[in-house]
């Protein structure tokens, strides 16, 4: 009995090191080292369409064509994943133009801009769209100064751009539910 | 009595081994149905269609004439290091979509055989299955259904690892009116008539499915081919409307091939059940 009290205390000190040093290895293990959000948790959370937008908008030749005025019908801005540089004709000591985009689908579509320039959009029957969102960035690159959510029905949407103090702007349009598509077509 | 009794045995093992003529499997069921269902957002009131650009077709007719529905094996060994852009194949080969490739010499090679050729491999494909489909399809009532069941003689399939399916398509015609309804008026107001004859690329899909006994003996085939809404999409019609008479696009370079782009966009699909 006595000889069972003598060795008790030294085992149980032995015991309660053991266990604190073990519970100090999982805690140190356990800490994260780095507390800065994985690249791909990240990357989840930016939409699609502003993903592609950016890499077009940053990548890649553009396109080049210039806006009209009047009544004349507006060259088109509809093949997709293409940066379009649209010049835009000079109006009382700023510049505006229109373009057309002929919708393949009834769904929602981002417009990105490089320059921020006002949006007013008409419809096939000449009916002005309803912007349903709009900023002066997107949350995946800098490039980006104006992005506005629209929905389009099928058919061609008259884009009219500005007035503003650019006379080029470069557009990318997306739709709003982007699917993956492979970049060499 | 021990030779008689050895014979017997040795001759009761052959009669298992060598079973008379039954093949590894047999074809169940194969069908074909056509289809061109546009989305309602594609249709005005009148029920004719709408381009992207804001015509506005009334389709009179609609023929869709199959020639072929294949499947294929890939036997032989895969290089590697092989990759190409589909958008800039390699010397010898052009229209790469759907998974293949058009060789100088009109045969469909797959995306893996041109890639096993460029890295030194000897992948090749072989028909090991052809179910003949030349009953036309009208697809202006929207879906038709084929048999593409061959005589009873032609059921028997034989052992193998089947890798590609490819539906071959002959013609495509189709007619009717043309007409622009938007602000642009670009008909000047006129109802013009147009009429296209197209022989179509063949679509093809991937599939991996193993004929051996341990697979199940039966196998039934149905495949579908779903004509895209966005055929009559690009098309320049005020351009066309230029020359007097019916407007056949398909004897205008441009728009054969903005025709031959859209109607890459149909969809293919085949499911193989034992």
Redesign the interface.
């Known amino acids: 009995m006595s000889t069972r009290n003598r060795f008790a205390a030294p085992l149980a000190a032995l015991a309660l090191t053991s266990g604190l040093v073990l519970a100090g290895c999982q805690l140190l293990t356990a800490s994260p080292t780095n507390p800065t959000p994985s690249p791909s948790a990240s990357a989840a959370s930016i939409p699609e369409a502003d993903l592609e937008a950016c890499e077009h908008m940053n990548n890649g030749t553009a396109t080049a064509i210039t806006a009209v005025q009047g009544d004349v019908?507006p060259p088109?801005v509809?093949a997709g994943h293409t940066r379009y540089a649209i010049t835009l004709p000079a109006s009382n000591e700023q510049y505006a133009g229109k373009v057309l985009y002929?919708?393949?689908?009834?769904t929602d579509y981002v417009l990105f801009f490089d320059q921020d320039v006002t949006l007013t959009v008409l419809d096939?029957?000449?009916q002005v769209v309803a912007i349903e969102a709009s900023a002066s960035s997107s949350v995946a690159c800098g490039t980006v100064k104006a992005r506005y959510v629209l929905p389009f029905?099928?058919?061609?949407h008259t884009l009219q751009l500005g007035p503003t103090a650019a006379s080029t702007v470069s557009l990318v349009i997306e739709e709003s539910a982007h699917e993956e598509h492979?970049h060499?077509? | 009595m021990i030779r008689p009794l050895l014979i017997s045995t040795v001759l009761l093992v052959a009669g298992c081994t060598f079973q008379p003529g039954v093949s590894f499997g047999t074809l169940a069921d194969a069908s074909l149905v056509a289809r061109f269902q546009p989305?309602a957002?594609?249709l005005d009131a009148e029920g004719r269609l709408?381009?992207?650009?804001?015509y506005r077709l009334r389709i009179d007719s609609l023929q869709l004439v199959p020639r072929q529905l294949d499947f294929q094996a890939t036997t032989g060994k895969a290089g590697t290091g092989g990759s190409f852009?589909?958008?800039?194949p390699p010397a010898g080969y052009s229209l790469c979509h759907g998974g293949h490739c058009h060789r100088d010499d009109g045969a469909l090679i797959s995306y893996e055989e041109i890639e096993a050729e460029l890295s030194g491999g000897s992948l090749a494909t072989v028909t090991v299955l052809s179910l003949p489909a030349a009953t036309p399809f009208d697809l202006l009532s929207g879906s038709a259904t084929a048999s593409l069941m061959p005589a009873p003689s032609s059921r028997q399939l034989n052992r193998g690892q089947w890798s590609n399916s490819v539906l071959q398509l002959a013609t495509l015609t189709a007619s009717g009116s043309v007409e622009d309804t938007?602000?642009?008026n670009?008909l000047g107001g006129q109802t013009r008539s147009w009429s296209l004859t197209l022989n179509p690329s063949a679509f093809s899909q991937k599939i991996d499915v193993t004929i051996d006994r341990e697979h199940g003996e039966r196998l039934a085939i149905a495949s579908t081919f779903t004509l895209s809404e966005?055929l009559w999409?690009?098309i320049d019609f005020q351009t066309l409307a230029a020359t007097p008479g019916t407007l056949v696009l398909d004897q205008h370079t441009a728009t054969k091939a903005q025709l031959g782009e859209n109607l890459a966009k149909s969809q293919f699909n085949v499911t193989l059940t034992p």
């Open positions: 019908t088109s509809s002929n919708s393949s689908e009834e096939p029957d000449q029905g099928v058919g061609p492979d060499a077509n | 989305p957002s594609r709408k381009t992207a650009s804001g852009d589909p958008a800039n938007t602000a642009f670009r966005t999409d690009g």
